[in-house]
C-alpha cells in the first residue's frame, strides 16, 4: 500500500492511497484508522507533499558498514543519532536550495521508517508493531560546515534539506532493499540494506529510551558509501526497491 500526502485540486492537504493512477482519498490521517472518505482523484491533478508531517526526524550518522570504511571512521558502539528539524522537510519534485553559506552540499540517500502510533521504551520484539511503513530520504548535508562545526546542527538543518517521499510503502521487507543515489541521471551511490550495522527494531527500541516517538516521526536510517556533492542546476534521486523515487532539484537561494 502506497500512502500519499498531498493538496487536492479544492487546495486541501489530504492523505490517501495511491493505486496506479489515482489516489483513494482518506477521510482522516493513516496513523489512527484507515477510513476511505469514498472520493477518488487523479494523481494528475494533485501535488504530491512529503508524505508526513514529523514533529522530528531522527537521523544516524555511520551506520553502514560500507560507509564507515568510506569515512575512516570506527564501528559505532551505540548508534550514533541526531535531529533534523519538521522545518527541513520538502517533499518529491520540490526544490533543495543550495545555502550561500555552504561550498559543499553532499546527496545522502537512506532508507526511512515512518513512525505510527506513539511509543516510549519500546521493547525491540515491538518495534514493528510502531512502523506505519517506509520512504525514501535524502540527508542533504552542508560538508563543509559540518567539519567545521564538529557538531552538526547547522550542516544538516537548513530548510529543504530533509527531502521525503514519493510515498509511505507498508508492504516492504526492510531487511535487503537496494538503495541507490543517481546524480543528473549517473549513479552515485549503491548499497543495501543488509549492511546496516544497526538495523530498524534495534534503532527504535534505542531511540525510544531517549525519546518518545510520535505518529508521522521519521528515522532515516544512515547512507551508504558513495556519499558526494551536488550542485546547482543538479537533479538528485534517491531510489529504493519496492518504493519508489525521490526526485529533487537543487537551486540557488533566491
Given amino acids: 500500500m502506497k500512502i500519499v500526502r498531498f493538496i487536492a485540486p479544492d487546495c486541501s492537504e489530504r492523505y490517501g492511497v495511491l493505486e496506479g493512477e489515482i489516489i483513494n482519498d482518506l477521510a482522516g490521517t493513516p496513523f489512527k484508522t484507515m477510513d476511505y472518505s469514498g472520493e477518488t482523484i487523479p494523481l494528475t491533478s494533485v501535488k504530491l507533499l512529503a508524505p508526513c508531517a514529523p514533529s522530528k526526524i531522527v537521523c544516524l550518522g555511520v551506520n553502514y558498514h560500507g560507509h564507515a570504511r568510506e569515512m575512516g571512521h570506527n564501528i559505532p558502539n551505540v548508534p550514533l543519532i541526531f535531529l533534523k528539524p519538521s522545518t527541513a522537510v520538502i517533499g518529491t519534485g520540490a526544490d533543495i536550495v543550495y545555502p550561500p553559506s555552504s561550498s559543499r552540499v553532499d546527496y545522502e540517500a537512506e532508507l526511512a521508517a515512518v513512525i505510527r502510533k506513539s511509543g516510549w521504551r519500546i521493547p525491540q520484539k515491538a518495534a514493528r508493531d510502531h512502523v506505519l511503513g517506509y520512504t525514501c530520504f535524502n540527508d542533504v548535508t552542508a560538508r563543509d560546515l559540518q567539519r567545521i562545526d564538529g557538531q552538526w546542527t547547522r550542516a544538516k538543518s537548513f530548510d529543504t534539506f530533509a527531502a521525503v517521499g514519493p510515498w509511505i510503502e507498508t508492504e516492504v521487507d ?8 543517481f546524480l543528473n541521471g549517473e549513479r552515485k551511490q549503491h548499497g543495501n ?7 530498524i527494531d534495534f534503532l527504535i527500541h534505542f531511540i525510544s529510551h531517549v525519546m518518545t516517538l510520535l505518529p508521522g516521526d521519521i528515522i532515516a536510517t544512515g547512507t551508504p558509501s558513495g556519499i558526494g556533492p551536488m550542485k546547482i542546476g543538479d537533479t538528485v534521486e534517491v531510489r529504493i526497491d519496492g518504493i519508489g523515487t525521490l526526485r529533487n532539484k537543487v537551486v540557488r537561494q533566491d
Fill in 174 to 181: 526492510p531487511s535487503r532493499l537496494n538503495i541507490e543515489t
Fill in 193 to 199: 540494506t543488509s549492511d546496516l550495522i544497526y538495523h
